[in-house]
């Protein structure tokens, strides 16, 4: 399954459409208005096979919350729905709290902010929102966070001979990212196939292809470790780890985020 946003069918289209009307009359029964929505998971990232449900995470601001400060209490932090038919699960954020988190550079948030875009209110996203992450964003906090991950799948699977594929693709994309970031000192992309590019090591690619174009499989099928990728994940594990320890800590000013919120609020005023 293509991200819906990249892929240019007519049934995948109509997938978009259905996602962006069905968000926009919650919100508006809510009295909210969407800022931005994306797609999230295996699929989206170009790592998975179709599941049954798509998680849709956005962000939205309440039109009856004039507070500027980020601190104190804010409407609903967060919101979960599901569409009438089930097949998306519809994770609302409310917007000074994602401005908190970003600047947090908590990586989920980064993540959906990067990621395969369903709808977007373009001038606040691309002018305010998504530079602001970029000057916040904090790589020790982020790389931390995927080497983590793919610490977590090495104890989980440690010592069996197959493993599920969706995992094991999962661990690759974090270890790319972990990657990314400890070479380039910057966000990573989403996308599995940007991170590929960036790779030279073309056996580990062609193994890693491998595993995503083999026909009949599904996301809990297993699939035995390949020992180009092992030995990819032993190399590239150390040199990540290394530099992590070398990254300084975040720092960010809830001051700036105050001004921005501010600053955004009064678009989303004369907008909404």
Not at 162 to 176: D, K, N
Not at 183 to 210: G, R, T
Request: glycine fraction near 6%; charge should be negative; charged fraction near 25%.
């Amino acid at each position: 399954m293509a991200p819906i946003s990249d892929c240019g069918t007519t049934s995948f289209v109509a997938m978009k459409n259905f996602v962006e009307n069905e968000l926009r009359s919650f919100a508006e029964a809510a009295g909210q208005t969407v800022v931005f929505a994306a797609q999230r998971g295996g699929p989206a990232f170009g790592i998975g096979r179709s599941e049954k449900q798509t998680t849709i995470p956005y962000i939205y601001f309440d039109s009856g919350d004039n507070e500027f400060s980020l601190t104190g209490n804010y409407g609903h932090k967060n919101q979960i729905f599901r569409s009438s038919s089930g097949r998306y699960l519809y994770v609302g954020k409310d917007l000074r709290l994602f401005l908190l988190q970003m600047a947090r550079s908590m990586p989920v948030v980064i993540e959906d902010l990067f990621s395969p875009v369903i709808f977007l209110q373009k001038e606040l996203v691309e002018r305010h929102i998504r530079p602001m992450a970029i000057g916040y964003f904090c790589p020790k906090t982020t790389i931390s966070y995927y080497l983590d991950k793919v610490s977590s799948f090495g104890h989980k699977w440690e010592g069996h001979e197959t493993i599920p594929l969706q995992e094991y693709l999962e661990s690759i994309r974090a270890l790319l990212a972990a990657k990314w970031i400890a070479e380039e000192f910057e966000i990573q992309p989403v996308m599995m196939d940007s991170l590929l590019e960036e790779v030279q090591d073309q056996d580990f690619v062609e193994a890693v292809n491998l595993l995503r174009d083999r026909e009949g499989l599904t996301a809990e099928s297993l699939v035995e470790r390949s020992p180009v990728i092992s030995e990819f994940f032993q190399r590239q594990l150390a040199k990540c780890s290394e530099t992590a320890r070398r990254f300084p800590k975040s720092n960010y000013s809830q001051n700036t985020l105050n001004v921005l919120y501010r600053r955004l609020m009064i678009k989303l005023g004369t907008t909404s």
